[in-house]
Nanobody, 119 residues
Framework: QVQLVESGGGLVQTGGSLRLSCAAS????????MGWYRQAPGKQRELVASITSGGTTDYADSVKDRFTISRDNTKNTMYLQVSSLKPEDTAVYYCSARAWFSDTGYNYWGQGTQVTVSS
């Protein structure tokens, strides 16, 4: 089992920045990849950024050059630095982890943290 807890969301003006955090606990060693998703009202949840256990990162085109995903293995924490924020970035941001146990993959989710960008 893996538990994920996000923090760092809030209200920010257009052009502002935030740093989202995702603290992981439980069977950390079974995690092969982590990511940040977001879901705006009335829209489907979308992948924003991901990072593998090897450190390979990937981003949605809409956030490239504005968002940076990283992790601190000593703190079992993943981060998403969000900058140059736009009103369309307003959403609930969710942390996710993909872990493998006994040759079976599982997806875990945090509870989400709200990011609101005012124009």
């Amino acid at each position: 089992q893996v538990q994920l807890v996000e923090s760092g969301g809030g209200l920010v003006q257009t052009g502002g920045s935030l740093r989202l955090s995702c603290a992981a606990s439980g069977s950390i060693g079974s995690i092969v990849a982590m990511g940040w998703y977001r879901q705006a009202p009335g829209k489907q949840r979308e992948l924003v950024a991901s990072i593998t256990s090897g450190g390979t990162t990937d981003y949605a085109d809409s956030v490239k050059d504005r968002f940076t995903i990283s992790r601190d293995n000593t703190k079992n924490t993943m981060y998403l630095q969000v900058s140059s924020l736009k009103p369309e970035d307003t959403a609930v941001y969710y942390c996710s982890a993909r872990a493998w146990f006994s040759d079976t993959g599982y997806n875990y989710w945090g509870q989400g943290t709200q990011v609101t960008v005012s124009s």
